[in-house]
Each structure stands twice: as C-alpha cells, then as structure tokens.
C-alpha cells in the first residue's frame, strides 16, 4: 500500500479555537467601540492577524496609528494565548486522535499545514506533537491561504509530490489552497459553504477507515 502524505488544518479540524479567536477579537472590537458577531468572526477564519484588524477596523469606520494597531494585535494575542495556555487532550475535536493513529498505523505520512504561528504550543498542550512527521506554520510562511504555499512546503517536508497529498481543511480558502496545490481536498464542516472540497464530512466522526483505505489507492 503506497504512502500518501495526509495534510491537517488545526484550527476547526484538530482543535476549535475559533471560539477564543472570537472572545480576543470581541474584547478589541468592543474596546475600540466596535461591535463585533459571531458572523463577523466566521469572516476571519484562516485570515492573517492584520488582515482581521484592518476589516474590524473598516466595519467601524475607525482609523488609528501605527503603534496603536500594533499595541492592539499584541494584546489581542495575549488574550487569546490566555485562553490557549488553559487547553488540554479535552479539546482535541471528535476522532481526530483515532484518525491519527489509523494513519500512523498502516505508515502514512502526516503533516501540520496551519497559518497559526501558536501551532506548536497548541499541539503541545493537547499531546499531539509527536503525532506529525512535519509540521508548517505561521513561522514557516509568507503568503495566506489561499495560496497554497504552506501546503507545498509540508509536501516538501514529507518528501511527498503535491499530487500524493490529502488536505483535511475547514475554511473556503484552504480548501481553494489546497486544490490550487493539486491536492485531495476534505472539507470539515458545512458541505454549502466547503462545495469546493472534493470531500465534504461534518466531523472525522463520519470518516471511516475505509473511506481513508480508499483515498489511498487513489
């Protein structure tokens, strides 16, 4: 059975930690008399960290300085690692862990491919750094998905042509990157909003080892 290298998203297919982006964006939102939704929120998803304050700031019709942007996306942060430094194994999203040891099982190789530059401190903190034969993050790339550059760069790591990859993803604009890279893209979440995906399931809970025995052969 030939080695395909199984690329994760971490935000919303690992872990959810958009619920504490939510709570540090809200907190700055409101702190500067901007109202901020949970649907505004949904637009930040896989979205660098400027570009989330430059839209918070253009939906309140706000200007501020330089050093004021740059003091409010270090306390936005702080208060987001606040709530990060609190996770453990209980956050690991649903059969997430038993995909994980299915792969590594029949010897796959398994890659990070996330914009977080806290990847490493989240995957520490829920136990599943040694999971990951390769692991690309915020401090590894210069272009945001939907460029496909931090799927390339796994790839590379895995010593796996692009072609062999599969993408596990949650937002439009990985799932985008991820078939610009000329991968297998798997959309968790919403099948409306993730069309793009070749594959589309709820959770890892509807995937099945056959499924993923499959999507080898392929």
Known sequence: MKTRGFIFDLDGVIVDTAKYHFLAWKKLANSIGVDFSEEQNEQLKGVSRVKSLEKILSWGNKTISEKEFTDLMTSKNDDYLVHVNKMDENEILPDVTKTLDFLSSTNQSIALGSASKNARLILNKVNLMNKFHAIVDGTNVSKAKPDPEVFLIAAKELKITPEECIVFEDSVAGIQAANE??????????????????????????????????????
């Open 181 to 218: 890279a000329n991968m297998i893209s798997i959309g968790i979440g919403d099948t409306a909003t993730l069309h793009e995906a070749d594959y589309v399931f709820r959770d890892f809970t509807e995937i099945s080892e056959n499924f993923l025995k499959e999507l080898k052969k392929k």
